[in-house]
């Protein structure tokens, strides 16, 4: 049980209001995996116009489909312009 104040967070979980700094905004048991997943985002925005990379690892693979499913399965095809 919780003694007020207490802080909830969206993904479920809960802290008593004193046990969190002042500037905590995330949940701290989550915050590590928030984290890691913007930084494959911004990963993958970054890398969305270079197709050159996409095409040499095309090139150099001998079953092209997987190349195709890999970069599908990691929603990089998202983030391409469509001119």
């Given at each position: 049980?919780?003694?007020?104040?207490?802080?909830?967070f969206l993904c479920?979980?809960?802290?008593?209001?004193?046990?969190?700094?002042?500037?905590?905004?995330?949940?701290?048991?989550?915050?590590?995996?928030?984290?890691?997943?913007?930084?494959?985002?911004?990963?993958?925005?970054?890398?969305?116009?270079?197709?050159?990379?996409?095409?040499?690892?095309?090139?150099?693979?001998?079953?092209?489909?997987?190349?195709?499913?890999?970069?599908f399965s990691r929603?990089?095809?998202?983030?391409?312009?469509?001119?």
């Amino acid at each position: 049980m919780l003694d007020l104040p207490a802080i909830h967070f969206l993904c479920r979980h809960s802290y008593h209001q004193r046990c969190l700094g002042e500037s905590d905004r995330e949940c701290p048991q989550c915050a590590i995996q928030h984290r890691m997943i913007s930084e494959i985002r911004r990963t993958q925005e970054a890398n969305a116009d270079r197709h050159d990379l996409f095409f040499e690892q095309l090139d150099s693979e001998e079953d092209g489909f997987s190349v195709i499913a890999d970069y599908f399965s990691r929603n990089t095809m998202a983030f391409a312009k469509l001119v």
